[in-house]
């Protein structure tokens, strides 16, 4: 895994002089910070509209990722996995208690484990929850998590900010719900005020080290501009994510020496997924002449900014398994022009789009229509494909109809993020299988789309490590040359905030903000 790498404007005294004199001392004791919505009710076992920052500032797993791959205990402080790959026991932390009171113990964890499997078509995207058979108490400090078979990104997925972790038994209803969010972690949620804030204060019976801050108030702030203008102001202290700013914004605060910038390494992919199952996209020579005929450098340079570095390949080489060697053809408009010619696509004369058999070379490229950035790469990309003969229709939508043509099926190309580490690429790829994901949809037309679902779910209970790379490099090497997948760059976190507040630490998973880590030094 690549070291973190931070590109700093750091300011000096003058400017530390000029914050107010109290600034400093308030800030380490309460943080405001901003979001594009409310944190939601909180569920650990559930998905939108609860927010994962916010989920994993309350609720814990038995074990933590590290950046590297790496497991580290959290709830759970020992684990072994039986001799026949079908279990792993855990041995609990000692003197946990819920901010309710309640003991985390064994029976915690079996009432959850119980309550996810209850919902388990909910969660089939995880195939960690497909393969739990049950989970049983051997004693107060011990469970046991049965499975139907070897599965070895186990601890991986039980290190996710959901669903697998542990809300108090004593708020956990009968049918799954929850009647308050009550979790071990080390913040708990004081107050909401719909669509103005969320307040998280210090859980001050933490079992492990508390945060330095006390309270973190978290404002919804729905778009950039209102974000860059309260940080300019002082009315938040931080910035944190991937696109709370956009990236001429970002750009001048990391030239004014009054913030302090940093950039993660590469989290995840940008992407766009091409339709294999809907015409004009089924036809594999269009869709190499898609990936030939867009600039990506000039995506990258001129909309991102070189604020996210570009991208070639489905994952960053910086995740397990994928780094294969593999690169994305060069921009060459000539290729690309030459390949849609030999495949039968004509130009007429005067004309300005292709056309085979009586059908125009047209196709849809769907996108949230409140998303600036997703807008103008779309812009982008029309006008690169126009310049071969692709007449490329944007379609601009509410987030509810763009989710749902991923569920369907109804585009031609649609963005698309992977989800980053620990997901990428064994849970991303796992859920590549479910009718409900564009990535199924975009792949369903491939002639080998079978083989790669039963490649998915083999290289998944694989436990010698070369059989399981060689896998993936079948996979990721298949999905590469059927140029379903084009590539924009890998995103990255961006945190912006005022020198006062000291070092701001990166999460080891895209979806966490490090509060508690933050003023430590």
Known sequence: MLRRSMLHAMSGFAALAALPPAFAQNVRRRLTFSWPTNAGPLHPHLYS?????AQSMLYEPLVRYVEGGKIL???????????????WRFTLRPDVRFT??????????VANVNAVLGNRARHAWLELVNQIEGAEAIDPGTVRLRLKGPYYPALLELALPRP???????????????????????WVLAETARGQHDRFRRNEQYWGEKPVLEEVLVRVLGDSNARALALESGEIDLTYGTDQLDADTFRRFAADPRFTTAISPPIGTRMLALNSARFPTDELAVREAIAQGIDRAALVRHILLDTEPAAETLFARNFLYTDLGLRAPAFDRAAATARLDAAGWRLPAGGRVRSKGGKELALDLCFIGADALQ????????????????????????ASTYYGRQRSGEFGMIFGDSWGAPYDPHAFMSSMRAPSHADYQAQRGLPMKSEIDRRIGAVLSITEEARRAEEYRWL????????????VSFFTN???????LGRVPFGDMRTDIPFDRIGRG
């Open 164 to 186: 697998l972790r542990f809300v108090s038994p004593a708020a956990l209803r009968p049918d799954g719900s929850i009647a308050a969010p009550v979790g071990t972690g080390p």
């Open 494 to 500: 961006k945190v912006v905030h005022r020198p006062a």
């Open 476 to 487: 990721l090497t298949t999905l590469h040359e059927q140029a379903v997948y084009f590539p």
């Open 73 to 87: 205990p959290a709830l759970a402080t020992a684990w072994e996995m039986e001799e026949d790959g079908r279990a």
């Open 375 to 398: 807008k103008a790469i779309g812009e982008a990309v029309q006008g690169d494909l126009a310049r071969i003969g692709i007449a490329v229709r944007l379609v601009g939508e509410d």
């Open 100 to 109: 309710d009171g309640t003991p985390f113990d064994a029976a915690a964890v």
């Open 49 to 53: 509209p609860n927010q994962m920052y």
